[in-house]
């Protein structure tokens, strides 16, 4: 079986890299009539798209750098950043075969069988993630009123932002997706019109406590998905370096393996593959691999500037708020 930790110790590319895990990957499923791993293939065809025809980007973010003009004198007392990030190829293999894993095992408790390859390959097009863009906001204390809460006024303000940006993008070549969310979590804050395309996980966090506002665009004039996530700093700090980041490798390793003890091996061809994928990938020690332009101390302490892990920045903005900018002049 192919996995993609075969190739992460030629000193290649990322690019080099992703073109000949996706070949292999082919060429393997064309001759094992492995109609998962050809959907495989092609999926990692995307982010090669994504990384070498990207000129459709510099469209994309200029009209998402509008909002950020118009933030920027509708909330000249806010400050915020916004950043772009084409999805890593590590968190795109890990999700591509997590999603396979999750899919298979919830069929299976729920049939007592296995669902066949087409019922397998309709739940791998979900991928609409793999370019996203977030809004981070902070209030300066400067800002706020000694009778009032930060957290409660930085969420109000989230909101309000949450509610102008579909319409702002739906006339800049935007069509808003449904989320598919469940209605009932969702914060007052959010107005009905808008309910259906959001997920809200302020008003209903996760279990590892990452709190964010999710929304998906298919963009007409680039013809793709991209993914728009709204936060406050501290929900960003959660997610990025605190306890909701991707780092709960033992946590990861731990859901995996429960999976695993429902589902016997060898029952299932696709549950295997995907699962031997995804578990060695979470027990990868990246300080060991050899990847052109990545190196890594540990796997908390990483310099990543090829896209491998964290994923290929692709728009940095950053606002300061009206007192700070004050004080610098």
């Known amino acids: 079986m192919i996995s993609l930790n075969d190739y992460l110790f030629s000193g290649d590319t990322v690019l080099k890299i992703l073109h000949q895990y996706s070949s292999d990957l082919k060429r393997s499923a064309i001759e094992e009539h492995n109609t998962i791993d050809l959907a495989h293939s092609n999926f990692l065809i995307q982010i090669i798209e994504l990384l070498e025809h990207n000129d459709f980007l510099t469209s994309q973010s200029q009209r998402i750098k509008e909002f950020y003009k118009y933030m920027t004198q509708k909330y000249p007392f806010l400050a915020f950043t916004f950043k772009g990030r084409i999805k890593s190829l590590i968190r795109a293999e890990e999700k591509f075969n ?29 991928f609409r993630d793999l370019i996203a863009y977030r809004i981070v906001i902070s209030l300066p204390q400067c800002h706020v009123e000694n009778s009032e809460n930060t957290e409660e006024q930085e969420i109000k303000y989230l909101y309000e ?60 004039l680039a013809r793709c998905y991209t993914e728009l996530q709204l936060r406050t700093k ?24 429960s999976k695993r003890d429902i589902i016997p ?27 052109n332009m990545f190196k890594a101390l540990n796997n908390q302490l990483i310099n990543d500037g090829c896209g491998l892990f964290r994923g290929r920045q692709i728009l940095p903005f950053e606002h300061l708020s009206r007192f700070q900018n004050d004080l610098i002049d």
Do not use: W
């Open 98 to 126: 997590g999603y396979i894993l999750e899919y298979i095992y919830g069929y299976y408790k729920k049939n007592g069988c296995y669902p066949t390859d087409a019922q397998i390959k309709n739940q791998l097009i979900c």
């Open 234 to 257: 501290d929900m960003d700090d959660l997610a990025e370096i605190g306890e909701a980041n991707h780092f709960g490798y033992e946590k990861q390793q731990e859901e995996s393996r």
């Open 161 to 220: 932002i949450a509610n102008i940006l579909p319409e702002f993008l739906e006339v800049r070549g935007f069509t808003t997706e449904v989320s598919g969310f469940i209605q009932e979590k969702y914060s007052d804050a959010l107005s009905e019109t808008n309910r259906p395309y959001y997920r809200d996980y302020v008003k209903t966090p996760r279990p590892s406590g990452y709190r964010s506002l999710h929304i998906t665009f298919y963009d007409n």
């Open 265 to 291: 091996a060898g029952e299932c061809r696709y549950f295997d593959e995907a699962y031997e994928r995804l578990i060695k990938l979470q027990e990868l020690d990246l300080s060991t691999i050899n990847v």
